[in-house]
Structure formats: structure tokens, C-alpha cells
């Protein structure tokens, strides 16, 4: 762990999921880079699929802010 936290080593996907699963928190956690979107990335990981897709939708309807 100590060489992924000085930068010398870059853990491989099947590390992270297993770093990910210990701390209970999705893959996806890993590369959020914020920490409003690492919050909606746990948040989002407990719903159902139902729920995921009616937030999904959601979502896609929110105007852009360009």
C-alpha cells in the first residue's frame, strides 16, 4: 500500500476492486474527481437497478449549465 501512496506503484482494476470491497465503497470511487461525485458514487452503488435508472433519468433531463 505504502508504495501506491508515494506514486512508485499503480495498483491494477483487480486490486482496486479488492481495496474497494474492503472499504465497502464501489470502483468507481477510485476516479472520482471530487469529492461531491465520490459522495453520489457510494450513494448511487446501494440503490437498486430500478433506482439507479430513475436517477439516471433524472439526470439526463437536468438542463446543461454551459
Do not use: W
Not at 474497494?20 to 450513494?43: G, M, Q, R
Not at 439526463?60 to 454551459?66: D, T, V
Request: net charge negative.
Amino acid at each position: 500500500m505504502n508504495q501506491y501512496e508515494k506514486g512508485r506503484h499503480t495498483p491494477d482494476v483487480q486490486t482496486l476492486k479488492l481495496i474497494a470491497d474492503a472499504l465497502e465503497v464501489p470502483l468507481n470511487y477510485f476516479f472520482c474527481e471530487d469529492e461531491v461525485s465520490a459522495e453520489l458514487a457510494i450513494a448511487i452503488s446501494k440503490l437498486s437497478a430500478d433506482q439507479k435508472k430513475r436517477i439516471a433519468e433524472i439526470i439526463a433531463s437536468l438542463p446543461s449549465e454551459e
